[in-house]
């Protein structure tokens, strides 16, 4: 039986020293036993770090290497290992591999697409939740130890408007009509209106000017590409009502953030929950942190306390369909961008 190497990339998760946890390893032994497992996670990050006393030994490893599952990967990956045949991302966007020479090879790349539907949707509510109830200004009250009251608002029947497709677009659209929310979305595939579960109106990416127009909060789920780059900007701010909020947990880049912090000035719009930046970190002078308007977080609305393990899960199950010959799941389209 030909022997499969696979090498293991893991990020410092919380600032530890970044390694594979045993169980993981154990889970993709598991497997076959055709498959040889290395950790390269601190040989990897050391490197990225600048630190290249290690280079030799992470250049052993890659040059026997055939499938790497991880999430940050070495640069030069194409002629340090020459027999890498598919890379499983940990992540659902692939666009931190757009210009490399990865995305630019014959490489499988496939994503962790499906295993942040939960999470997100949930920090997506929170984010609406949060807005509608006031908590800011209960946040900014605690900090001053002042005591004002003032009216919140609900959900039920507001509208929702959602960019994007996918698991995240349509577990956001089930949480929201469990409140009571109209909702409509926008799908790259749509070619006319339509209706689909959760959804009230299912509408073509041209017709997202009258998402923009109806809802109470817009909520960006798309991937990143070119196509959907700086996608809402002054034009589509200007759009949007004067009481609605803007929610991204894709992409920073996906909004022109100089259009963004003017709309959210001069009140064009009421406020923005953003996960992402397009910036990361945000730097400490970006007007977003001094905006009472605005609700930050620094990238965590995917995550959950057994995140590795869901995605190793998925790594394993393509892992059984690249042994069987079988189409993998998540395969990115470099031409969509994902």
Known sequence: MKTLKVLVIMPPFGGTVPAADKGILDMI???????????????????????????????????????????????????????????????????????????????????????????????????????????????????????????????????????????????????????GMRVIATRRSAVSEGRTRYVDRLLPSAKLPELLGEADFVVICTPHTPETHHLIGEKELRMMKSTAHIINIARGGIIDETALVRALNEKWIAGAGLDVTEKEPLPPDSPLWELDNVIISPHVSGGMEDYTVKATALFCENLRRYLAGKRLKNLVDRKRGY
């Open 29 to 179: 032994r598991a497997v076959s036993p055709g498959i040889e497992v290395h950790d390269a996670s601190a040989l990897a990050f050391a490197e990225l770090a600048g630190d290249h006393s290690a280079k030799s030994e992470l250049d052993r490893l890659l040059a026997r290497t055939e499938v790497i599952y991880g999430l940050v990967l070495p640069q030069g990956l194409v002629s340090r290992a020459p027999h890498l045949k598919w890379v499983q991302m940990m992540s659902a966007g692939t666009d931190r591999l757009r210009g490399t020479d990865i995305w630019q090879s014959h490489i499988a790349i496939t994503s962790a697409s499906g295993i942040h539907a939960t999470p997100i949707g949930e920090f997506v509510l929170g984010f609406m939740l949060m807005f509608a109830k006031g908590m800011p200004r209960c946040l900014a009250m605690k900090r001053e130890h002042t005591w004002q009251r003032y009216s919140p608002t609900v959900l039920r029947g507001k509208t929702v408007g959602i960019i994007g497709l996918g698991h995240i677009r349509r577990e956001v659209a089930r949480l929201s009509k469990a409140f």
